[in-house]
């Protein structure tokens, strides 16, 4: 398992980052204790979470994750050997997070949701702190592909009515760096000119410059190279793509029109993102290129992820251990380039259907 530099800082994570959110949810805190167990021995030592977590965001679940990987790093005495990243809601009009109220990315509710986090996850701090999504109303995950009317401004700079400005968000981080609440700062769903303003503000002195980047990446979605790997390589921002199975669809269990029993797309009506037009065709052409390849799909999908060049760590998930055991080998395969020609091939024609 090699170990790389998160951005600029003096981080050095796994090339395979262990996702969470299915923990406190689809599975119980035995099974994210032993995920946690099987990835650790593989040589992972980073694991992401959010307080937003187990998905799907409900009330009475909300914070369970956290709370098992607090007592399995309890347990096991380990939080030095972990390098933890979690993360804050951007706007939402969901009331639980903050006790009855909808969530902004302002002092108030920032600081909330950090202690929250802390006293669930039992530590003193929190390595990586994301912002899970902008407060802006951008479509989500920040690169659609099309892109409807912008409003224009006269003061193009300025924020909108009731939005939070970056300068304002940043100089909170700025105390929670000072305080020792967290060591440093992430983005995640963002867009290139949102992370491009986090470093400008950072530059100003507003705030810690933006140490990471967390938006989905995977055979159907490779929007982040149309911009955002540039801005990332030149500004040595570490990305961390989520979804590289997207969501379980690259996997092959969904060919045909399955929905096997106890799956998320059977338990939960969550998969709009990978379920447009045309998306079903596509997703079948990449899981049989796998095979042709002599490959699982999902280990084929999760090994493209953990070869492109731009990526710091692979965030994987699983609802079981054999998934994760699946996903954890990924690291091992040599991607060819002839898997990259057959994989470019079919992007050519199709594009990116699930932005």
């Known amino acids: 398992m090699h170990k790389r530099r998160l951005g600029r800082t003096d981080l050095v994570v796994s090339q395979i980052c262990l996702g969470s959110m299915t923990w406190g949810q689809q599975n119980t805190e035995a099974e994210g204790h032993a ?33 098992i990987i607090g007592s399995w790093m309890k347990a096991n005495g380990n939080r030095d050997k972990v390098i933890l990243a979690s993360k804050v809601v951007g706007r939402s ?17 920032i600081f909330d949701a950090v202690e929250k986090s802390l006293a669930k996850l039992g530590t003193d701090y929190i390595d990586l702190y994301q912002i899970h999504w902008p ?19 006269a003061d193009a700079a300025a924020a909108p009515a009731g939005e939070t400005p970056v300068a304002e968000t940043l100089a909170v981080f700025e105390e929670l760096v000072k305080a020792g609440k967290i060591r440093h700062l992430g983005l995640s769903n963002e867009s290139s000119w949102g992370v491009m303003r986090f470093l400008f503000e950072a530059e100003k002195g507003a705030g810690p410059r933006v140490a990471s980047l967390q938006n989905a990446y995977n055979l159907v979605n490779r929007t982040f190279e149309v911009n ?3 801005v990332c390589e030149r500004e040595e921002i570490a990305f961390l793509p989520y979804s590289p199975l997207a969501q379980g669809y690259l996997t092959g269990k969904y060919d045909h029109g399955a929905r096997p029993q106890g799956s998320r797309s059977q338990l939960f009506n969550r998969g709009q993102r990978y379920e447009t037009p045309n998306a079903a065709e596509v997703q079948l052409e990449y899981n049989e290129l796998a095979r042709c390849f002599g490959m699982e799909p999902a280990l084929f999908a999760n090994a ?7 990526v710091t760590a692979n965030i994987v998930g699983a609802t079981t251990v054999a998934q994760l055991d699946t996903a954890l080998s990924s690291a091992e395969v040599r991607w060819t380039e002839e898997m990259q020609k057959a994989v470019d091939a079919i992007h050519q024609r199709v594009g990116n259907p699930c932005p």
């Open 35 to 67: 995920q946690m167990n099987l990835a650790f021995s593989r040589g992972v030592n980073f694991i992401d979470t959010a307080e937003l977590y187990p998905i799907p965001p409900k009330a009475e679940t909300q914070g369970r994750t956290e709370k």
């Open 93 to 109: 009009s969901n009331t639980w997070f903050r006790g009855g109220r909808p969530s902004k990315l302002v002092r108030a509710d």
């Open 135 to 153: 407060d802006r109303d951008i479509p989500w995950g920040s690169n659609p592909t099309r892109v409807g009317a912008v409003a224009r401004r």
């Open 228 to 230: 955002l790997a540039e």
């Open 304 to 310: 493209y992820v953990a070869s492109r060049p731009f």
